[in-house]
């Protein structure tokens, strides 16, 4: 499939945007000045990226506790989520979300979520107001391998084929479902599991963005044309630990280093559109240097914007009461 | 205006709002009567207790929705299908069944708005029958809305008689945001004159179903009646009660309770939900806090044993208040020495 | 019974009254009264209002001050000196038994309740009382009012006389459709519910905004009208209280409707959380609150009232008798001047808005006469 020229492009930015985003982060609340806690993205860019090169701002998304990627690939600002991650005013959420609650509904973003198996569910009402309203857009759910053994998540995939709804189920598996693998957590086959729910069932290679990008295509094309939901398994390598701070201990030795070295999505992109072609290499560093300006700016700005205020505190926890 | 029973206003209401508005849907297990059965009857049940009856032939199986018995999945799509342009009107059967789904009502749907720095809004209404008095037994019984009531971001409305359900529930539905409808399962052939046109009774607001002057009954659900028949025997005796109706439990009208605690210095509590911090104990430390001056004696709260709800009718009638055990409560709380009721 | 005994029962103040309160004896046990004496104050769920002596006699006290009784419950009795003890006692404990025994086999006639009937296609809400040839009276109510405003007057009135309360296109239970919201418009709708009752002429008696309908009728069909009893009425001056208009269109919560309900009355202690609650729970239906919207616009633009309907009452040719409460705070009193002198003109001191409930009897006598004339 013949790829746009602005498609790559931004797909390669928002890719490399996640990537230095995540990696900054990494440095950032190492110093202790970021609260809370975060779940970093690194390694897995291709998929949020490939999938959501597919959708519009109409199309919704349900993200993960490891939603930084979800978010940019969807267009959420750069800025507003990093002063969010510093819980400042100026966030996207006014620094009451944090990481992992970023959400901007005018993006089709309904959130990330901190708790595992949450989105599916949603996603089934967002594809439900989609099919009612009969506006032509998909939802998404993003989960992982741990949530896809979640009763919310096995419940949805059933629901979502009752109703017949305009739903994709991203199935991001990294191996681990915080420090336990998924081969000891999830029984069966994902494949079977889809099929044992009536849906077609799709699998990629996620650190490459061409065939997330055609197999994400083809899932969500089915669901838009109305033939009902679509599981998509994307096989992933996380970089960094569950949480950070996570010192990894139970993984392999030269595990993450052979992913880093050998599956990196934007050596992979890079390689490929340079050699097809497709893309000059100035461009692309045109867009590393670019991005690496944005971030920098967005941390600086961060650190400088302002706290919440002590109105805040009650602000917004109803439309009226 | 015409006699409706406490099911007809609910119907009623779910009917003009969807009328009214494309984007109210209905969904929930069996509430467009039951599909894939042997029988092709259409509509057959309309809910397991038939308030959602006649909905599916007027509005369609896009606008209701039969659910598989998943409640989790299917609370969860409510939840996110409010938040993306629907007003969804989900019945979660029996409250009980919160149990399967609390994280998409609790962590979701009340707090998106919250979360999401006041972007959102989840206008969802989540209805479902409590109450013990049908020997329904411990898993079907309980009076929940105490633990709703607990959770930022929830409206609670506990419905007290078919005029109050109706107007509560339009106003639920006209919402934007998360509201939790509570309906009394012995309720439902309850009747009273209810307007035929839609109207709406505004959230935190309560109703004094009396006034009197010796001492203030606060009541829900449908204790209020329990409450109004005990003050109807306490004034034949000469003792005048006025009998407060919170209607909602969040939003709570605290000031018409602390303005007539302040007037008759004395308070009953009847609430029909488990003695640990319910509304009873959050009304009793209000007014301990902000009425303590005008308090003339304790307060005393009509309310079950710490037990699960029990089926034998002996005892469920032992757990549960009653008009006799109000009446005593009052009596106990005006001075008077009065023989302990079982 | 003894015929010389004269029972005083709690009376029934409006269709929805089943019981009352006495709330204080006006009268001292043993004092002697004249028929139309204030005998008691009743205290009703919406109002309190003082109960008329029927008869002459001497009191003697049933109930005490504080007790709520049945509808029909023996209160006191008159009797005159001759009348011994043992028999006031005998009759008491007669009436008592003869009561609990009524009561209980639900003899009392079920109350006539108002029916909403199609008018032109028009739902609207009518009570409809009374029989006789007498010309009957057509009771008009005004801004935010319906047809409850005439409890204390519709069934005295139509002793002996077909009397007729609707509520106005937006208000109570008609339906809230109210056209341009204008005087007449509302005063076609009169015609139409007068036509549809098969009603050639009527009395007209009317309260405030009613009033400015019924002069609005007269003006469009003098020929349906008897004679015109106006209370208050708007259209006699440009002045109105708009803190109560506007109040009355935005308040929805009891703290708030309690002190705009205020301006109505001259004594405050009238106003209830349960005449708040009746009016709230109209406000509430859908489409109450914007037809107050559009009436107000129309006949109240810019605070002021819009039409000036004293060339009815200048036209001449039909009886005219006004009512005005000296305190009125929502149409100034002296809006009643400078009328033609064949308008019989009535102030009454102490009185604010709503003399038909504050001076009920008062009202009723006069009105009762004035339409018999």
Request: with cysteine; glycine share 10%; proline share 5%.
């Amino acid at each position: 499939m013949q790829i746009a020229r602005e498609t790559l492009l931004r797909s390669y930015r928002a890719m490399r945007t996640i990537r230095d985003f995540e990696e900054r982060l990494h440095v950032e609340f190492a110093t202790g000045e970021i609260p809370g806690f975060v779940h970093l993205y690194c390694g897995e860019e291709a998929s949020g990226v490939g999938v959501c090169a597919n959708l519009t701002d109409q199309d919704t998304i349900a993200s993960t506790h490891r939603g930084h990627g979800h978010c940019i690939a969807k267009g959420v600002e750069v800025a507003g989520m990093m002063a969010e991650i510093y819980g400042r005013r100026t966030g996207v959420c006014q620094g009451k979300g944090g990481s992992m609650h970023i959400a901007d509904l005018s993006r089709g973003m309904l959130g990330a979520n901190g708790i595992v198996g949450g989105g599916p569910p949603l996603i089934c009402g967002a594809a439900l107001s989609h099919k009612t309203l009969k506006d032509g857009a998909v939802a998404v759910a993003f989960y992982g391998d741990g949530a896809s053994n979640e009763g919310t998540t096995l419940e949805s995939l059933n629901l979502a084929s009752v109703w017949r709804l305009p739903a994709v189920f991203v199935l991001e598996d990294n191996g681990y479902g915080e420090a336990t693998g998924a081969s000891y957590a999830c029984a069966g086959s994902q494949k079977a599991r889809a099929g044992g729910f009536g849906m077609p069932y799709l699998e990629c290679d996620g650190t490459d963005f061409f065939a997330v990008h055609q197999a994400a295509g083809e899932a969500i094309a089915h669901a838009r044309a109305g033939n009902g939901p679509v599981m998509l398994h994307v096989h992933l390598a996380r970089w960094y630990g569950h949480f950070e701070g996570d010192a990894m201990t139970y993984r392999a030795a030269g595990e993450v280093a052979a992913a880093r070295a050998d599956h990196d999505c934007l050596t992979i992109f890079r390689t490929r559109v340079t050699q097809a072609g497709l893309l000059d290499g100035t461009e692309l560093d045109d867009i590393d240097s670019a991005v690496r300006d944005e971030i920098e700016s967005a941390v600086i700005a961060a650190k400088q914007a302002p706290l919440p205020e002590a109105a805040d505190l009650l602000a917004d926890v109803y439309v009226r009461y | 205006m015409s006699k409706k029973s406490f099911r007809q206003a609910i119907n009623e209401a779910l009917r003009q709002e969807m009328r009214r508005d494309p984007r109210v849907i209905v969904m929930g297990e069996d509430v467009a009567g039951g599909h894939g059965g042997t029988s092709g009857t259409v509509d057959a049940w309309g809910g397991v207790l038939g308030v959602t009856k006649g909905l599916l032939t007027e509005f369609g199986e896009d606008r209701v929705l039969d659910t598989p018995i998943t409640e989790a999945s299917y609370i969860g799509a409510a939840a996110g299908a409010a938040a993306t342009g629907l007003r969804p009107v989900a019945e979660l059967m029996f409250v009980d069944f919160v149990g399967c789904c609390l994280d998409q009502i609790m962590n979701q749907a009340a707090k998106f708005r919250y979360m999401f720095g006041g972007k959102a809004r989840t206008p969802l209404v989540i209805r479902a029958m409590f109450g013990a008095g049908f020997n329904a037994a411990a898993q079907h019984s309980q009076a929940l809305y105490p633990l709703f009531t607990h959770i930022p971001g929830l409206k609670v409305v506990v419905p007290s008689s078919p005029y109050e359900a109706k107007g509560l529930l339009i106003e639920a539905i006209r919402d934007d945001d998360p509201v939790i409808f509570l309906e009394h399962k012995v309720m439902y052939d309850d009747e009273e004159e209810v307007p035929d046109e839609a109207y709406t009774i505004p959230f935190g607001e309560a109703n004094l179903t009396r006034e009197g002057d010796d001492l203030t009954i606060v009541a829900f659900g449908r204790m209020v009646k329990l409450a109004n028949e005990a003050a109807d025997r306490l004034e034949r005796q000469g003792i005048s009660c006025t009998v407060i109706d919170p209607r909602t439990t969040s939003p709570l009208d605290t000031d018409t309770i602390l303005d007539c605690v302040a007037d008759t210095g004395r308070l009953v509590i009847v609430d029909e939900s488990s003695p640990r911090c319910n509304m009873a104990a959050d009304i009793s430390a209000l007014v301990a806090e902000y009425a303590f001056d005008a308090l003339k004696g304790p307060i005393r709260r009509v309310m079950p044993p710490h037990t699960p709800v029990p089926f034998a009718s002996v005892l469920e009638n032992l757990y549960l208040p009653s008009v006799e055990k109000i009446e005593a409560a009052v009596k106990a709380a005006m001075g008077h020495r009065v023989p302990e009721i079982a | 019974m003894n015929a010389s005994i004269t029972p005083i029962t709690m009376p029934k103040f409006g269709l929805a009254m089943t019981e009352g309160k006495l709330a204080g004896w006006m009268v001292r046990p043993g004092s002697r009264v004249k028929a139309g004496d204030d005998l008691a104050d009743i205290e009703t769920s919406k109002i309190t209002n003082a109960y008329e002596s029927p008869a002459a006699g001497i009191l003697r006290q049933v109930a005490s001050d504080g007790e709520t009784l049945p509808v029909g419950a023996l209160i006191g009795v008159l009797a005159e000196d001759d009348v011994s003890d043992a028999d006031i006692d005998a009759f008491i404990a007669r009436f008592a038994a003869e009561f609990a025994t009524d009561e209980a086999d639900g003899q009392e006639a079920a109350p006539a309740e108002p029916t909403v009937i199609d008018v032109k296609g028009r739902a609207l809400r009518v009570l409809d009382l009374g029989h006789g040839d007498a010309p009957p009276i057509l009771l008009i109510h005004g801004f935010g009012g319906d047809l409850t405003n005439w409890m204390f007057n519709h069934a005295a009135l139509a002793d002996g006389r077909r009397v007729v309360a609707f509520d106005l296109p937006g208000h109570g239970g008609s339906a809230k459709d109210v056209g341009d919201g204008s005087p007449a418009f509302f005063a076609g709708v009169a015609i139409d519910l007068l036509d549809h009752l098969g009603i050639g002429k009527a009395h007209l008696v009317a309260h405030s905004l009613g009033g400015a309908v019924a002069l609005a009728l007269a003006w469009q069909a003098p020929d349906r009208v008897a004679s015109l009893a106006l209370i208050a009425p708007a259209g006699l001056g440009p002045e109105i209280n708009m803190d109560f208009i506007n109040g009355f269109i935005t308040a929805d919560r009891q703290k708030t409707i309690q002190p705009v309900l205020g301006y109505l009355v001259h004594d405050k202690s009238l106003i209830g959380r349960k005449m708040a609650d009746d009016i709230l729970r109209y406000k509430r239906l859908d489409g109450a609150v914007s037809a107050l919207m559009q009436i107000a616009a129309t006949c109240f633009p810019d605070g002021r009232q819009a039409d000036d309907l004293r060339p009815v009452l200048e036209r001449g040719g039909i009886r005219a008798l006004i009512l005005w409460g000296e305190d009125d705070e929502i149409l100034p009193v002296r809006q009643s001047g400078g009328l033609p002198p064949a308008v019989t003109i009535d102030i009454l001191p102490g009185v604010g808005h709503m003399p038909q409930m504050e001076r009920a009897a008062d009202i009723n006598r006069t009105i009762g006469t004035f339409v018999a004339q």
